[in-house]
């Protein structure tokens, strides 16, 4: 696991550094004074599994760090670290996993990692062997859609990562679960990254638009109203957009 915290209060930051190496010991954590830094670590490739950022920093605070990451890397779980409860509303709004008055406390930061380790086991693995042989661990929430290339698929990332894989497309459906579907010719979308659906088309997050296979056009559309059920059934505020 690959933590990191970012605050401009010296004295806090090592108090956390000391306090992970004893509660986490064999995890990473990255230590950041400023939140620009920080996001140009993300932007350039560098994933987190979880951050701790101080709310009140110069340059960029933290909340204004939480939003830009939420563009690059939306579902990196985030952290709030504040001398005050005034900011526990925003904190939600940019989806926090915790929210820790300062000083932090070891308890406070077991209670984080379980809840870390709650949610990841709540998340569906995926395991593939990519085009160049290299065997990786990947959660299906993390892939937009499948593309077929002649004898390989394009696993196609929330965060821009293509990862080439020699399947069919039998073995894509079965691996990546029935939050998947095919959509059109050589296509299988992750039923989450869509944002809109028609009759004849489906819209996704990213804006592109995808013609439906005329076959499948009704399998598709009850697919969804399924999956869309399912979602608000949890009433965990995460909810597709409604179908169109």
């Known amino acids: 696991m690959r933590v990191a915290i970012c605050d401009d209060n010296s004295f806090d930051l090592k108090a956390v550094q000391e306090m992970f190496r004893r509660v986490a010991p064999g995890h990473t954590l ?60 925003e904190a939600f709004s940019v989806r926090a996993l915790h929210y820790i008055l300062k000083p932090m406390t070891e308890q406070a930061l077991k209670e984080c990692l379980n809840r870390l380790e709650e949610r990841r086991g709540a998340r569906q693995r995926v395991h593939i062997i990519s085009s160049s042989g290299t065997r990786q661990m990947l959660y299906a929430d993390e892939i937009q859609y499948a593309q077929s290339d002649a004898h390989y698929y394009d696993l196609h990332l929330k965060d821009g990562t293509v990862i080439k894989v020699r399947m069919t497309q039998k073995e894509i459906r079965n691996t990546l679960g029935d939050s998947f579907i095919l959509v059109s010719r050589g296509l299988v979308v992750n039923l989450e990254f869509i944002r809109q659906l028609g009759p004849k088309s489906c819209m996704l997050k990213d804006g592109r638009e995808i013609l439906l296979s005329r076959g499948n056009v009704e399998e598709i559309h009850s697919a969804y109203a399924a999956y869309v059920f399912s979602r608000l059934s949890k009433c965990d505020g995460t909810s597709p957009e409604r179908v169109k």
């Open 30 to 89: 990255d230590a950041f004074s400023d939140g620009r830094k920080l996001l140009e670590a993300i932007v350039t490739g560098t994933r987190y599994d979880l951050l701790f950022l101080d709310i009140l920093m110069p340059g960029i605070s933290g909340m204004e760090l939480a939003r830009e990451v939420n563009r690059v890397a939306p579902h990196t779980p985030k952290v709030f670290l504040t001398d005050s409860e005034a900011y526990a509303v």
